[in-house]
C-alpha cells in the first residue's frame, strides 16, 4: 500500500466564524442596551453602568464552574445553598469573635467542603444522577443555615468588607477585577489544559474517556470542589454587598446561573461550549436586570425573563444541534463499562 | 404463481455526503432462510432498516407478495409482518417478560381498560415452551442472559404473527450452544412457513442454516446464489472483489522473556483461576465462545474493574492496577470491544483522539501543546496508514478500519510493553483486516507482547503463536499454535456436556 | 434439544421479593415511629391530630402520585410547588370575584390551571426535549413570577372566600373528610391505571428503554407529555384544596413543597432513574413523611429543623435504594457458579 501523507491543517472559514453562538450574544447584549436607554434616559451613564456591576457579578462567580459542570453532562441545583451556609458560617463565626480575615478563609473551606461532599457523593454512588445528588445537598445546606441562624440576621462586619463588592481600584470595580481574573483563569483552564481537554472528553463519552486512562473520579471531584470554592466567592461577595446575611440569601441563585450558563450557548448535552459565551450571558442578564431596576420592575418579573430565557435558550441550543443526548442513567453507563457499580473508576 | 414474498427493487437510499444503497434489488422466497452478507458499510444494515421502516428509500419499490407496499415508518412494518431481531436485544428490564412480548398488542378489557393479565401470561407460556426457554413469563426481564432475551425477541415475533423475519448479526453474542438452540428455532420458524433473512459474518452460520445468500459490496447488489453453488473462495471475492490470498502474513519474530504474567486470576461471577503468560514478540490468542470471561479478565487486568484474587506481574514486577491510568502508565494497553462506545470520542478529531490517553506527554505543567500533538498524531496515523485527509479529520467520518488503526495510535503515545486487543477485527471489512493484522506483526516484531482476544478461528489459528482457551470463566487448555487445530479447541471451548458429541466429531 | 431440564428460573424473582421487604421495612418503621411519638407527646395520637395528619397527607398523597408517575418516566418536577401557588390564587380570585360560584367549579378551574402549565412542560420535555431539570426550573420561576403578578402582591385571606370554598376542605363525605376521600380515590384510580391499563403499563416501558419505546410503536412523546399534564392537574387540584384548607392564598404559596413530594416518593421504592415504582410503596412513603411532617413540631422540634431533617431523609432514602441495588445484584452475580 503507498504511502499517505496526511496534513495537520486546521480547517478554517470565514463562513464558520462568523456563524457562531457568542455573535448571536453580543447582538443581544447590544438589543438589551438599546432597549434599557429607551426604558429610562438614566441608563446610559459609563460610570453608573460599571459601577452597578456589582449586583449581578457576584453570582458571575459561580458561572464559571457551572459551565465545567454542564459540559461534563452533569448539572448543580445545590450552589445556592452552599453559598448561603457559608456566608451563615462567616458571619456566624465573625460575630462569635474570628478575626475577619479567618471568618472569610472559613467562609472558603466551608463552601469547598460542601462542593467535595456532592463530588463525593457522585463518585461512591454512580447510580445516583447529578440531579438528585444536588437536590438532597440542596435541601441539605440550606437547612443546616437554618438551623444554625434561625430566620436572624448576621453582620455587623468590619468596615473595610465592604470594600470587596463597593471598593475600585481606580475607575474600576474590584469585583469585576477580581472577576475578570477567574474569569481568565477558568477559561485558560478550560480550552488550554489537560484538564479541560479530559473534561470536554468525559462529556462527550465518558466510557470512551475511562477507558483512556481518564481518572474520571478526580476529575469529577476537582470539578465539585471549584464549584464549591466559587460558591465560596459567590458568599464573601454578596455578603460585602448586602452588610449581612440570613439563612435565605441566594435563594434561586441556580436558576439564574444555569440559565447564563445556558444562554452562554452550553448546551445541556455536554461535550460543548465556550467559556466566552456564558461571560457574555452574565452582562446580558445582569444588565436587563439593572435597566428593569430603574424602572422599578418588580424582581418577579425578572423572574419570568430569566426562566423564559433559559427555556429559549436551551430551546434554540436543541434545535440547532439536534436535541439532547439523553445520558444513559449512571448505572446503565457503569454496566456497559462493564464495573460493579461500588467499583472506583 | 410466484413464490416470492418480499422483493425490493431499485432501491437507493442516500445521505448527506453517502450513498448508502444504490440501485439494489433484493427478492426473498416464501419459507427460505435467506442469508444477507457482505463487508461492513457494504449497505446490509442499511437494506434491513429500509425493510423495517427505519428508513424509507429515495426510490424505488417495495413489494409484498407481488403487491407494492410502502413502509412508512417502523409500525407499518410491523403490521406488514416484518419482524427483526438484533444483536443487540432491546427490552424493557424492568418488566416482565410477558409484557416485553406483548407491548404494543396488549389484549385489554374494552370497558374497564385493564389488561387480562392472565390470558396475557398464559399466551406468553405457551410461546416460551413452544421455543424450549427455561425461564417463565413472570421474570424480569433485566435478570435474563443475553440468550434468553433473544429468545423472547423470538416469541416477540411469533406473537405478531411475523411472516419474515430478520436476524441481524443474532448468533454473536450467544455461545455455541445457544447458537445451537438458536438455529434449531430458525429451522423450526422456516419449517411454520416464516421467511428469514439472516445476516452473519460467520460463514459456518450460514452454510448451516441457509439455502440461498445475496452479496452486497460497495452500496450495490452483486448476486444471490443457491449456498451449495457458491464456494468459499467465490464468496469472498464476491464480497471483496479481489481474492484474498495472503490474509495472514507470515511472519519471523524472534521471541524474548516473559513480559506478561497472570496467576490465579478471580473475579466472582465472572472468572476463576485464570492463569497464563506473554512474552515479548510473541501474539497470545484467548479464545473461547462469547460470555467464556475474555474480555472480563483483560479489564481486570488493564484496571477497568478489580480482581478479587489473584496476581498480574508486568516485566517481572506485580501491578496492581485499580484504574486503567495505572495499567497504561505501568505498559499496558488495551483495544476495547466496543470501538464506538469505548474507544473512541466520535465527535472529535483524530488528533484530540489519539492524545488523550497521554495528554501529560502534549503538555508541560497542564498547558496543551497543539503543534506536538498534530505531529504525534500526524507520525502514528501515517505509519498506520490511517485512510484520512488531516489529522483534524472527525473520526466519525472514518470506517471501522481506519477508526481501530487511530484505536491502535492512542495505545503507541505512551511506551507500552503489553497490548490487549479485544476482538479487534470485529466488524472491519475483509481489506482492512488484512491492515490490522499486518500492524499486529510490526508491533510484535517490534518486541511488544501482544495479547489478543478473538472469537473468529481462521485469526486465532492464523496469527498466533499460542492459544488460551477459556470455557465458562476458567481457563480450559492453553497450547501451541502449532499444535492446534479448530477441533481441539472447540473441544476445549464447549460446555462439558457437549464433549461428548466433539467426540464424536474427531473420531468421525 | 436443550439438555437443560425446563425449570423455570428464579433469577427474575430477585427484585420482586426485594421490594416486599421495603415495604414490610416500611410498615415496621411507621409502627415504631408512630409509637415513639405518642411516648413523647400524649397529643399525637388523638382525634384531633389525625384527622390534620390525614388532611395534610392527603395533600401530598395526591401530589405524590402524580409526581410517581413522573419520576418512572425518568424525569422530575420541581414546578408543582408553584403550579400549586397559581392554582389556588386563581381560583381564590375567581371566588373573590364571583362569591356564589359552585365550589365544584372553583376545582375544575383550579385543574385547568395545572394542566396549562403541565402541558407547557410536557411539551417542552416530550416535543423539544428539554431536560426535565431545567424545563421544570424555568417554569417554576415563571409561574411563581405569574402568580405574583396576578394578586398584585396581596393575599387573599379567609374573609374574602366564601364559605362554600372553605368548606371544600373541612366538609365531609359518608363522614369522612374532603380531602382524604379525594386522595383515596385518586390513590384507587392510579393503582389501578397503572397496574392495568395498556397506558400504564407502558409509562413503566418509556421508563425503562425509552429507545426501544420508539421502536415498539408506543408513542413515547405523548406518554412523556401526559405524564407531565397529570401532574399539572393534580397540582392544580391540590393548589385548590390546599387554599381551601389554608383559608389562605399568597404569592409564596407551597413554596419549596416539591421537595416534600420528592421525599414521599424516593421513600415509598420510586426509582430516580425510572422504570420503577409501586403505589402500595407510594402509600406508605406518603404516610411515614406525614408523620414526620405532623409529629416533628409536636416534639418540639424546632421548624427550623425541618429542612435539614427533610434533606437528610431524602439522602437518607436514595443511598437505601443504592445499597439494596447493589446487594442484589452482587447476590445475583454469587448465584453464577464458575
Known amino acids: 500500500m503507498s504511502e499517505r501523507e496526511i496534513s495537520i491543517d486546521r480547517p478554517r472559514s470565514l463562513k464558520r466564524f462568523f456563524f457562531q453562538w457568542e455573535w448571536l450574544l453580543v447582538l443581544i447584549f447590544v438589543a438589551v442596551n438599546i432597549i434599557n436607554s429607551g426604558l429610562s434616559p438614566y441608563y446610559l451613564n459609563f460610570g453608573s453602568l460599571i459601577g452597578s456591576t456589582n449586583s449581578f457579578l457576584d453570582m458571575a462567580f459561580l458561572v464559571l464552574p457551572m459551565t465545567f459542570v454542564i459540559i461534563l453532562g452533569n448539572i448543580d441545583i445545590s450552589v445556592a445553598s452552599t453559598v448561603a451556609l457559608s456566608a451563615v458560617i462567616m458571619a456566624v463565626g465573625f460575630n462569635a469573635g474570628l478575626p475577619m480575615p479567618l471568618a472569610m478563609l472559613l467562609c472558603l473551606v466551608v463552601s469547598t467542603l460542601c462542593g467535595l461532599f456532592n463530588g463525593f457523593l457522585m463518585v461512591k454512588f454512580k447510580e445516583l444522577s447529578a440531579v438528585i445528588v444536588t437536590l438532597s445537598t440542596m435541601i441539605i445546606y440550606r437547612g443546616i443555615a437554618y438551623v444554625i441562624l434561625e430566620d436572624q440576621a448576621a453582620g455587623h462586619f468590619p468596615p473595610w468588607f465592604s470594600f470587596l463588592a463597593w471598593g475600585s481600584i481606580g475607575p474600576v470595580p474590584f469585583i469585576l477585577i477580581v472577576f475578570a481574573v477567574c474569569a481568565l483563569a477558568f477559561g485558560l483552564l478550560l480550552h488550554k489544559t489537560s484538564f479541560g481537554r479530559k473534561v470536554f472528553a468525559m462529556g462527550n463519552n465518558l466510557t470512551a474517556a475511562r477507558y483512556s486512562g481518564i481518572k474520571t473520579d478526580s476529575v469529577i471531584i476537582a470539578v465539585s470542589a471549584l464549584t464549591g470554592l466559587m460558591a465560596g466567592f459567590t458568599a464573601l461577595f454578596l455578603t460585602s454587598r448586602m452588610g449581612s446575611t440570613r439563612p435565605n440569601v441566594a435563594l434561586g441563585y441556580e436558576l439564574s446561573v444555569i440559565a447564563m450558563v445556558v444562554l452562554g450557548g452550553v448546551s445541556t448535552a455536554g461535550g460543548a461550549g465556550r467559556i466566552g459565551g456564558p461571560i457574555l450571558a452574565i452582562f446580558i442578564i445582569g444588565y436587563l436586570n439593572y435597566g428593569l431596576g430603574l424602572v422599578n420592575i418588580k424582581a418577579n418579573v425578572l423572574l419570568i425573563i430569566i426562566g423564559s430565557l433559559l427555556i429559549l435558550s436551551v430551546l434554540v441550543l436543541n434545535l440547532r444541534f439536534g436535541g439532547h443526548r439523553r445520558p444513559a442513567p449512571p448505572i446503565a453507563r457503569m454496566i456497559a463499562a462493564g464495573k460493579a457499580p461500588d467499583e472506583k473508576a | ?508 | 434439544m436443550s439438555a437443560d431440564t425446563k425449570t423455570p428460573t428464579t433469577r427474575g424473582r430477585i427484585v420482586r421479593s426485594g421490594e416486599g421487604f421495603r415495604e414490610l421495612g416500611l410498615l415496621v418503621f411507621i409502627a415504631i415511629l408512630a409509637a415513639a411519638f405518642q411516648i413523647r407527646n400524649h397529643n399525637f395520637l388523638t382525634i384531633a391530630n389525625i384527622k390534620d395528619l390525614l388532611t395534610n397527607t392527603a395533600i401530598l398523597g395526591i401530589l405524590a402520585v402524580g409526581m410517581m408517575l413522573v419520576l418512572i418516566t425518568g424525569g422530575i418536577d420541581l414546578s408543582i410547588g408553584a403550579t400549586i401557588a397559581l392554582a389556588g390564587m386563581t381560583s381564590a380570585l375567581t371566588g373573590m370575584a364571583l362569591p356564589h360560584i359552585n365550589p365544584l367549579l372553583s376545582i375544575l378551574e383550579g385543574m385547568a390551571v395545572g394542566l396549562a402549565v403541565g402541558s407547557v412542560i410536557g411539551l417542552l420535555v416530550a416535543r423539544f426535549k428539554v431536560l426535565p431539570i431545567i424545563a421544570t426550573l424555568g417554569i417554576m420561576n415563571i409561574v411563581r413570577g405569574v402568580t405574583y403578578i396576578e394578586s398584585k402582591g396581596a393575599w387573599v385571606s379567609s374573609y374574602q372566600m366564601s364559605k362554600a370554598f372553605t368548606d371544600i376542605s373541612t366538609g365531609t363525605t359518608f363522614g369522612v373528610n374532603n380531602l382524604v376521600v379525594i386522595a383515596v380515590f385518586i390513590f384507587i384510580v392510579f393503582w389501578y391505571f397503572v397496574n392495568h391499563t395498556k397506558t400504564g403499563r407502558r409509562i413503566y416501558a418509556i421508563g425503562s428503554n425509552p429507545e426501544a419505546a420508539d421502536i415498539s410503536g408506543i408513542p413515547r412523546r405523548k406518554l412523556l407529555w401526559l405524564v407531565y399534564a397529570i401532574m399539572g392537574v393534580l397540582s392544580g387540584l391540590a393548589g385548590v384544596l390546599w387554599v381551601s384548607k389554608f383559608a389562605s392564598a399568597q404569592g409564596d404559596t407551597a413554596l419549596g413543597y416539591e421537595l416534600n413530594v420528592i421525599a414521599a416518593c424516593v421513600l415509598g421504592g420510586v426509582s430516580i432513574s425510572g422504570g420503577a415504582g409501586k403505589v402500595s410503596g407510594l402509600l406508605l412513603g406518603t404516610i411515614l413523611l406525614g408523620i414526620l411532617n405532623n409529629a416533628l413540631p409536636l416534639i418540639n422540634v424546632s421548624p427550623f429543623w425541618q429542612q435539614f431533617i427533610q434533606g437528610i431523609v431524602i439522602l437518607a432514602a436514595v443511598l437505601t435504594n443504592v445499597a439494596v441495588k447493589r446487594n442484589n445484584q452482587r447476590l445475583a452475580l454469587r448465584k453464577r457458579a464458575i
Open chain 2, 1 to 508: 404463481m410466484s413464490d416470492i414474498i418480499l422483493e425490493l427493487r431499485e432501491i437507493t437510499k442516500t445521505f448527506p455526503g453517502v450513498r448508502a444503497l444504490d440501485g439494489v434489488g433484493f427478492q426473498l422466497k416464501k419459507g427460505e432462510i435467506h442469508a444477507l452478507m457482505g463487508e461492513n458499510g457494504a449497505g446490509k444494515s442499511t437494506l434491513i432498516k429500509v425493510i423495517t421502516g427505519v428508513y424509507q428509500p429515495d426510490s424505488g419499490q417495495i413489494l409484498l407478495d407481488g403487491k407494492p407496499v410502502s413502509i412508512r415508518g417502523p409500525l407499518d412494518s410491523q403490521r406488514l409482518g416484518i419482524a427483526a431481531i438484533y444483536q443487540h436485544v432491546t427490552c424493557y428490564p424492568d418488566l416482565s417478560v410477558a409484557e416485553n412480548i406483548f407491548i404494543g398488542h396488549e389484549k385489554i378489557n374494552p370497558i374497564t381498560r385493564g389488561i387480562h393479565w392472565k390470558e396475557l401470561h398464559a399466551q406468553a407460556a405457551e410461546l416460551l415452551e413452544s421455543l424450549d426457554a427455561d425461564f417463565d413469563s413472570k421474570a424480569i426481564m433485566g435478570n435474563l442472559s443475553v440468550a434468553q432475551q433473544q429468545i423472547v425477541e423470538i416469541a416477540k415475533a411469533l406473537s405478531a404473527k411475523a411472516r419474515i423475519v430478520i436476524m441481524d448479526e443474532p448468533t454473536a453474542p450467544l455461545t455455541k450452544r445457544e447458537s445451537e438452540d438458536l438455529y434449531r428455532i430458525a429451522e423450526g420458524l422456516r419449517d411454520r412457513g416464516v421467511s428469514i433473512i439472516f445476516i452473519s459474518h460467520r460463514l459456518e452460520d450460514m452454510y448451516r442454516l441457509a439455502s440461498r445468500v445475496t452479496v452486497f459490496r460497495d452500496s450495490r447488489f452483486v448476486g444471490t446464489w443457491a449456498v451449495d453453488k457458491i464456494s468459499r473462495d467465490e464468496l469472498i471475492v464476491a464480497m471483496v472483489g479481489r481474492s484474498i490470498t495472503q490474509l495472514f502474513p507470515k511472519r519471523k519474530v524472534s521471541i524474548g522473556e516473559e513480559v506478561l504474567k497472570v496467576e490465579g486470576l478471580s473475579r466472582t461471577g465472572y472468572f476463576k483461576d485464570v492463569s497464563f503468560s506473554v512474552r515479548k514478540g510473541e501474539i497470545l490468542a484467548m479464545t473461547g465462545l462469547v460470555g467464556a470471561g475474555r474480555t472480563e479478565v483483560c479489564e481486570a487486568i488493564y484496571g477497568i474493574t478489580r480482581a478479587d484474587s489473584g496476581r498480574v506481574f508486568l516485566a517481572g514486577k506485580e501491578l496492581r492496577a485499580a484504574h486503567p491510568s495505572e495499567a497504561l502508565a505501568k505498559g499496558i494497553g488495551y483495544l476495547p470491544e466496543d470501538r464506538l462506545k469505548q474507544g473512541l470520542v466520535l465527535e472529535w478529531a483524530i488528533a484530540a483522539n489519539v492524545t488523550l490517553p497521554s495528554l501529560a506527554q502534549f503538555s508541560s505543567f497542564g498547558w496543551m501543546n497543539r503543534r506536538r500533538e498534530e505531529l504525534k498524531a500526524k507520525e502514528l496515523a501515517e505509519k498506520l496508514q490511517v485512510k484520512a485527509n488531516s489529522v483534524h479529520d472527525l473520526v466519525a467520518t472514518l470506517s471501522g478500519g481506519n477508526q481501530q488503526k487511530v484505536i491502535v495510535a492512542k495505545l503507541l503515545t505512551g511506551d507500552m510493553k503489553v497490548i490487549i486487543l479485544d476482538e479487534p477485527t470485529k466488524g472491519v471489512d475483509v481489506g482492512a483486516k488484512a491492515a490490522i493484522f499486518e500492524i499486529m506483526n510490526e508491533l510484535a516484531a517490534a518486541g511488544y507482547g501482544i495479547v489478543m482476544v478473538s472469537s473468529e478461528m481462521p485469526e486465532v489459528l492464523g496469527m498466533s503463536d499460542r492459544i488460551v482457551v477459556m470455557r465458562e470463566g476458567r481457563v480450559s487448555a492453553t497450547m501451541d499454535t502449532a499444535d492446534a487445530t479448530q477441533e481441539k479447541i472447540l473441544g476445549a471451548a464447549m460446555a462439558a456436556a457437549r464433549t461428548a458429541d466433539a467426540a464424536v466429531t474427531e473420531q468421525a
